[in-house]
C-alpha cells in the first residue's frame, strides 16, 4: 500500500509565476491536509479537504492561494503569483475518516527566486 | 491563547534518561489527540495515539488529562535514535482539522 504521494519534491518558480503542488492520498483515504512549515517552524495548518468538498479553509491566505481535491486524480494546492515569502515546505497528509490520524507524504520544498 | 501549546525545548538529555513533554490544549471539546515525531527536514511521522484511558508502546507512554486539558509523552531508557523534534496534535471539534503544537526538540546525547 502506497504511502502519500507529492510531487514535485523541490519545484523552484521566479517570482510573479504559478506554483502547482500535487498530492496523492493513501489508498482508501478520502481526506486531505496541506501544511506549511517555514525553516525552523512549526506546521501550520492550511486546509482541510474531503473529496470533491473543502471542510475548513481557514488557515488558507485569502488572496493568490487555492486548494482542490477532485473525485478524481489528486490533491492540488495552487499558489499564483508566487513571492518570496511563500518559499517553504508544503506537507500533505491523508486520513481515512474525520478525526483518525493523518499519514504525510514527504513534502514539496517550494523555492522562489 | 494558541490552540496547541508546546514547551519548544531543547531537552538535552544522556542516553538512558527518562524525559517527559507535556502539551496543553484550548478546545475543551476536542476528542482526538497524537504524538507526532519530525526529524529535521523530513516529513513528521505518527508516533502514538492518545487515549483517555493512557496507553503505552515500548519506552513511549502516553497519558491523557482532560480536566487539565493536557497530554503528555513520557520516553523511558533514552536512545540517541530518539532525537528528534515531538509534536503535540490534537483535533477540533467541529472540522475535525488537526492542529499541531510547535513541537518539543530533544536531543538525546552519548
Known amino acids: 500500500n502506497a504511502g502519500v504521494m507529492q510531487n514535485p519534491r523541490h519545484l523552484v518558480r521566479r517570482r510573479g509565476q504559478e506554483a502547482r503542488l500535487r498530492c496523492s492520498p493513501m489508498k482508501g483515504h478520502s481526506h486531505v491536509y496541506w501544511y506549511r512549515q517555514l525553516p525552523e517552524e512549526g506546521l501550520k495548518f492550511m486546509v482541510y479537504l474531503q473529496k470533491e468538498n473543502i471542510i475548513d479553509e481557514s488557515g488558507m491566505p485569502k488572496e493568490r492561494f487555492s486548494a482542490e481535491f477532485p473525485k478524481e486524480g489528486p490533491s492540488i494546492l495552487r499558489i499564483q503569483q508566487v513571492v518570496r515569502g511563500d518559499s517553504a515546505a508544503y506537507f500533505c497528509?491523508?486520513?481515512?475518516?474525520?478525526?483518525?490520524?493523518?499519514?504525510f507524504g514527504q513534502g514539496t520544498r517550494l523555492t522562489v527566486v | 491563547r494558541k490552540e496547541v501549546e508546546q514547551d519548544p525545548g531543547p531537552f538535552n538529555v544522556p542516553e538512558g534518561a527518562t524525559v517527559a513533554f507535556n502539551c496543553t490544549y484550548s478546545n475543551s471539546a476536542s476528542q482526538s489527540f497524537f504524538w507526532y515525531r519530525q526529524d529535521c527536514r523530513k516529513e513528521p511521522k505518527l508516533l502514538m495515539s492518545?487515549?483517555?484511558s493512557g496507553n503505552e508502546d515500548g519506552r513511549f507512554t502516553a497519558q491523557l488529562n482532560r480536566a487539565s486539558q493536557y497530554i503528555s509523552l513520557l520516553i523511558r531508557d533514552s536512545k540517541l535514535s530518539d532525537s528528534a523534534t515531538y509534536l503535540c496534535v490534537v483535533n477540533g471539534y467541529n472540522t475535525d482539522k488537526l492542529i499541531f503544537g510547535t513541537g518539543t526538540r530533544l536531543q538525546v546525547f552519548p
Open positions: 492518545v487515549y483517555s
Open positions: 497528509a491523508s486520513s481515512p475518516e474525520m478525526g483518525t490520524e493523518a499519514f
